[in-house]
């Protein structure tokens, strides 16, 4: 029986930096010329999860990918201590 363990990942960073492109290649294989389009829609934080095997076990990444500066800094600006 194969073993499950979560990887919580959270992208924070300046605005345009690529944290959704980096996010959704990995997740999803896929690289969008236009992803700012969609993804501005969403103000907040947008959610991705993906599994991959490891031997044995099975590795799930959970993503959060973060709005830009604006929603980073409202979180105290600094990312000490991640
Ligand atoms: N040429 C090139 N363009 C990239 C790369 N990564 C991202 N981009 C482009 O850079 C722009 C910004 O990328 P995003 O992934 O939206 O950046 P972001 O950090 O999520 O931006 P916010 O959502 O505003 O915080 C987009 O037009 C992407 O297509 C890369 O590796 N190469």
């Not at 605005?15 to 993804?39: E, L, M, P």
């Not at 999860?49 to 490891?54: A, G, R």
Request: charge should be negative; hydrophobic fraction near 35%; glycine fraction near 10%.
């Amino acid at each position: 029986m194969m073993a499950i363990g979560e990887l919580k990942v959270c992208l924070l960073g300046d605005t345009g930096i690529g944290k959704s492109s980096i996010a959704c290649r990995f997740a999803q294989d896929h690289f969008y010329h236009n992803i700012s389009v969609n993804h501005h829609a969403q103000p907040e934080a947008s959610f991705m999860t993906k599994t991959v095997p490891s031997g044995n076990d099975l590795h799930k990444f959970l993503i959060w990918d973060t709005a830009g500066q604006e929603w980073f800094h409202s979180l105290g600006g600094s990312s000490e201590g991640c």
